[in-house]
């Protein structure tokens, strides 16, 4: 069940703690802490850095990695003129906050829970591993593009059973399409959770669908407000209804949204 | 310091309105600030009937703006009435409707559902749209199919004030504004969005499914500020202006060409506390502007 977040929501403007800048333009960005270790894994939050002006109109919507009493963490990967801009912050800079926003993913004790992550896809998934009641039930799999020391991988396989599967050439899309089907098939009687491109949730949607697995798939979209006004990030539901995946989202039962 | 404005009928708190389709139904915005200490609060566009809206993709984000073309997707107006309207504080703050229609007909009928309604303050009449009867051209650009819409929803209105949404798509704005006030309109308001494109030239496509979107945002103020400007001078019914606002001063700007309140509409995605922020700074910006009440400030544009 995808249970939806009621904690209070505020605009906050925090304190820049520092960026970690990978290969292939991974960033990992930290914040100061604003009060959220209730938040639930899946849900995003909307940043603004206070010096930005209005050259750019909107915040950028950003999954939480991982939050804590010090601090919250954002992964992501430099792809326009915001996250370039993100990544240029200075220690003290000031970022205009407002979240948790949206669902998150379930989280049930004791169930086999199979954590399917493509590329940038893994971020909500670090704090899901870090916060989850019997971890011992969690399984992750990585499919991946960039080097393995671009993502936050090792530190989550000291913690889970974990597999990192490398897509070096598109000539290895078809047996890792494959090996994803197999891990969703396999999965049967657990549950699936899944964040990463969108052939990759198209898959697994597939595949959840054919076995009768329960899976709940993690969206991405540009988003102008964060808030479920705007109607600017909208896909359609099980009934082919537009619906806000910033408010209804971003996670979806597989058999609840049309990809 | 008296933020009070008095206009159409309307008695509002402050001049402070946020704009239809950037606010939701105020709802999404109650985590941000007291809907209370708003002016104002014009829903998102109701039509008579729920509808989709445009396909994906509908937003992108330009240079001090963004372009959207969401296509009016909301629950009908029945399900505004029966499931936001008591939500909103509407006792304390003037919710106004925004009614979308694509015939004079529909839009009479759209009237009437909201006419007898106590929560709803007044109706903003959207002319943006094609009308399916006279080859899909937009009211808004025809200033006869202006006057006969505007006709049409006073004609129902019972008495609610009726603010006319201008395009700013047109030769002469003054002229549309000229029609709204010959059809009855109680005030009208401006400018809905500046029609614009954005293209991919990697794929080659344009960034809305659309094709074409509605500009807004700072980048289109000085447009705005201008047809403010130019309408003031031409009707004797009151003028909301719209357009780029994201600081009281700028609000304060479009009062001193004569507008008696203002919209913010983009504003509320750079964040989502920014209206009440405005309502916030507006003492301490009129000290600036070395005012103690609103009124001393609407129209007091000193012209060479």
Known sequence: ?259 | MDLRVEFAGLVLKNPIITASGTFGFGLEFMNFGDLKRLGGIVVKGLSLKPREGNPMPRIVETPCGMLNAIGIQNPGVEAFVRDKLPLLPWRETAIIANLYACSAQEFGDLTGVLAGEEGVAALEVNVSCPNVQSGGAAFGQDPAQITKVTEEVKKRAVGKPVIVKLSPNVTDIALCARAAEAGGADAVSLINTLLGMAVDIRTRKPRLANVVGGLSGPAIKPVALRCVHQVCRAVKIPVIGIGGIVSAEDALEFILVGASAVQVGTANFIRPDMAFRMVDDLPRTMLKARAQTIAELKGSLELP
């Open chain 1, 1 to 259: 069940m995808v249970v939806r977040n009621c904690r209070e929501v505020k605009v906050r403007e925090l304190r820049f703690l520092g960026v970690w800048e990978g290969p292939s333009d991974f960033v990992e960005l930290t914040l100061e802490n604003p009060g959220w270790e209730g938040y639930r894994p899946g849900q995003f939050a909307m940043l603004r850095p206070k010096h930005w002006g209005l050259e750019l109109s909107w915040g950028r919507p950003f999954s939480i990695s991982r939050a804590d009493e010090e601090s919250v963490t954002f992964f992501f990967q430099v792809v326009g003129r915001g996250t370039e801009r993100l990544t240029r912050l200075l220690p003290g800079d000031e970022v205009i906050v407002w979240g948790p926003l949206g669902n998150g993913f379930s989280a049930p004790e004791e169930t086999p829970t199979l954590l399917l992550a493509g590329g940038m896809g893994i971020a909500p998934f670090r704090g899901y591993i870090e916060r989850h009641p019997t971890p011992e039930f969690l399984r992750l799999v990585f499919a991946h593009r960039a080097g393995i020391d671009s993502y936050p991988y090792q530190m989550m396989k000291d913690k889970v059973r974990a597999e990192a599967i490398h897509e070096k050439t598109p000539d290895d899309l078809p047996t890792i399409i494959e090996r994803i089907e197999a891990e969703v098939a396999g999965a049967h009687g657990g549950l699936v959770l899944a964040c990463g491109p969108l052939p990759f949730l198209k898959t697994i949607q597939q595949a959840a669908k054919l076995h009768q697995v329960r899976a709940e798939l993690s969206l991405e979209r540009s988003m102008a407000c964060g808030v479920g006004a705007c109607l600017g990030c909208v896909c359609k539901d099980g009934q082919d209804k537009h619906v806000q995946v910033c408010a209804r989202g971003p996670v979806f039962k597989a058999d609840d949204v049309h990809l």
